[in-house]
């Protein structure tokens, strides 16, 4: 019997992160598989950052990224494109993650071309599908056409066989961004690793003041949300002179107007450009408290010991908010100052949260899907 076809496909610099560990562990059984990877680049600079990082070589580059580009377009590019894909590699799994656009045409490209879709991070749910838009319908989507689900958690699991999945289907492995943060961590400690991003950052720290780490881009916080994010932002910075807000501001227009217009001449405050992977990790790590409204943060974070705050109304995470190792603030300001002092002021409570069990997972997400296909005849 021949070799296993796997073609692993992703587009954004998230996806890549957590799909990266699946690549090196499938690498280390060439001789039961044949693994190639396929990137849409549907984000590009920062994909490439990862991809250098984690030392990956895609097989296939599609390179769709355009300016402008809307959700129509870029839809129809990626099915279009991967049909000359699939049909050279003729893969026997091919492999999406999570809930972005790539995931959801690579999904149904390979659903027409009689490949197995295998959807790493499945199951998660807000039941609201405009929020997060248009991620929500881009997983629910996915997982109507997989094959294989690979879920993170328990509640990922229920939540698809509430949708009447094949309970022998799905194999809850935990989520491979925390392999991917183990193998980050490692790395960036290293006395070898030397990084131009890492130089800066230690050199804007202010060592004697708290970090608190602030990201943000959702599309259900442009406008008003932001324009709240900021003004709780700024009245922290005034309230508390002994912490420091470092904000990576999201190249989009629309979250860089408010962001720079508001906290722009703030004096502890640091507005820096967007952050590698590997110089995120080590930033995470050197904080205090994180303010986020990404997805990916509030698995991550836990790992390390730092509470979140997660900006947003809504999340299809919510072990993480049961668990009690983030808090959901959404774009209220008060909300955001709140919760914030309390952790700032309160040792106890800042104590409690990060001594919690992170529950996304051990970091062996990914060998656990390898040795499940492995088994598949």
């Known amino acids: ?34 693994t190639k990877v396929c990137i849409t680049a549907q984000h590009r600079e920062m994909l490439d950052q990862v991809l250098s990082f984690f030392e990956i070589e895609p097989d296939y580059d599609l390179n769709l990224m355009k300016p402008n580009q809307n959700l129509y377009g870029l839809t129809a590019d990626i099915i279009q494109n991967l049909k000359v894909v699939l049909e050279d590699f003729e893969p026997d799994y091919v ?6 656009t790539t ?5 149904i490209a390979a659903f027409y071309s009689g ?47 509430k ?18 943060l183990h193998l980050s961590v490692s790395k960036v400690n290293a006395q070898t690793y030397d990084h131009p991003e890492i130089s800066m950052l230690s050199q804007i ?60 001449d703030i004096p502890n405050i640091e507005l820096i450009s967007p952050l590698s992977y590997p110089s995120f990790v ?34 299809e995470r919510p072990e993480a908010v049961d668990a009690g190792t983030v808090l959901l603030v959404g774009t209220n300001k008060d909300l955001i100052v709140s919760k914030a002092s309390k952790l700032l002021e309160d040792k106890n409570a800042y104590d409690e949260m990060t001594k919690l069990h992170n529950p996304y997972g051990d970091g062996m997400a990914s060998k656990k899907i390898v040795e499940h296909i492995r088994k598949q005849k």
């Open 1 to 34: 019997m021949g070799k296993k076809r796997n073609l692993i496909v992703f587009g954004t610099r998230p996806e890549a992160i957590k799909m990266a560990p699946l690549v090196k562990e499938f690498e280390k059984h060439s001789d039961e598989f044949d």
């Open 95 to 100: 492999y999406v993650h999570g809930d972005t």
């Open 103 to 107: 995931t959801m045409a690579t999904s």
């Open 115 to 161: 490949s197995k879709v295998c959807h790493v991070e499945a199951g998660l749910r807000t039941f609201n599908k405009k929020s997060p838009f248009p991620e929500e319908m881009n997983r629910c989507v996915t997982g109507v056409v997989s094959d294989i689900h690979f879920a993170p958690t328990q509640t990922s699991k229920e939540n698809l066989l």
């Open 163 to 180: 949708e009447n999945k094949p309970p022998k289907s799905i194999l809850v492995t935990g989520n491979t961004v925390i392999d991917a």
């Open 205 to 264: 720290l202010d060592p004697s003041k708290k970090l608190v780490l602030v990201t943000g881009h959702r599309r259900e916080n442009h406008g008003k949300g932001f324009l709240d994010i900021c003004e709780a932002l700024k009245e922290l910075s005034t309230k508390y002179s002994d912490i420091q807000i470092v904000y990576p501001v999201h190249l989009n227009p629309k979250v860089q107007e408010p962001v720079y217009k508001i906290l722009g």
């Open 282 to 315: 080590w930033l995470m790590n050197k904080s205090h408290i994180i303010i986020t409204d990404s997805g990916g943060v509030q698995e991550e974070a836990p790992s390390l010991g730092k509470p979140v705050l997660v900006m947003r109304d809504t999340t």
